[in-house]
């Protein structure tokens, strides 16, 4: 077998970012079965077929891989909210770049689930995230402010939105894999969930005579 270092260099990259994905991959599915505090970098090494050694080659720990997979989705889904018609209203790319996600990645919903109960469970994981992947959290709401023509520097308002729907298609994870609504469908929850934004600053109503 030909040496790495023998390799063009476009082979040599494209084979560390498999590792690198694989080894990602091995921790979402460990974190997924055992949780995260059980899951150690023997097993995610020997999951993923590669030496505790080469582990370390690519991520000093078990954090560095779950957020480096956390960076790649949270980018992936950046980039969907982009590629969405200018046309559409804000909540609607917004939402349709979720379905996109969601769809995409439907036969891992467990797996969603473990990476999201791990990194809100863990204030060291979440900080980790935040420090070592910053752009992530920046490029998403720099296009709602974009789509809102808002200016995120003086702005609250894409910072906001950003949020809620952050907390809009993590909660539909969680409702689609939970038991509670064995009736309803993926997007058919993400379609109800983003219809209860107007009701936050709907008039209450008043109670008709009778």
Request: glycine share 4%.
């Amino acid at each position: 077998m030909t040496p790495d270092f023998l390799k063009p260099r476009g082979l040599r990259e494209a084979k560390k970012e498999q590792t690198r994905a694989a080894l990602s991959d091995a921790t979402m599915a460990l974190v997924s079965e055992r949780g995260y505090e059980a899951t150690t970098v023997d097993a995610i090494a020997h999951a993923a077929g590669v030496s505790v050694r080469t582990f370390h080659n690519y991520f000093p720990g078990k954090a560095a891989a779950l957020t480096h997979l956390a960076a790649d989705l949270i980018a992936e889904y950046n980039a969907e909210l982009r590629a969405q018609p200018d046309s559409a209203s804000c909540a609607d790319a917004l939402r349709d770049a979720w379905r996109t996600m969601l769809d995409r990645h439907r036969g891992n919903v467990a797996g969603l689930n473990a990476l999201i109960d791990a990194i809100e469970s863990n204030p060291d994981l979440r900080r980790y995230l935040e420090d070592n992947h910053p752009e992530v959290g920046v490029e998403g709401v720099v296009e709602a402010a974009r789509r809102l023509g808002l200016d995120p520097a003086t702005s609250a308002i894409p910072h906001v939105v950003t949020q809620i729907t952050f907390t809009i298609a993590v909660t539909v994870i969680r409702l689609h894999a939970s038991p509670d609504f064995p009736d309803r469908t993926q997007d058919r929850l993400l379609d109800e969930a983003f219809s209860a934004l107007p009701l936050l600053v709907a008039a209450p109503p008043t109670d008709s005579p009778t």
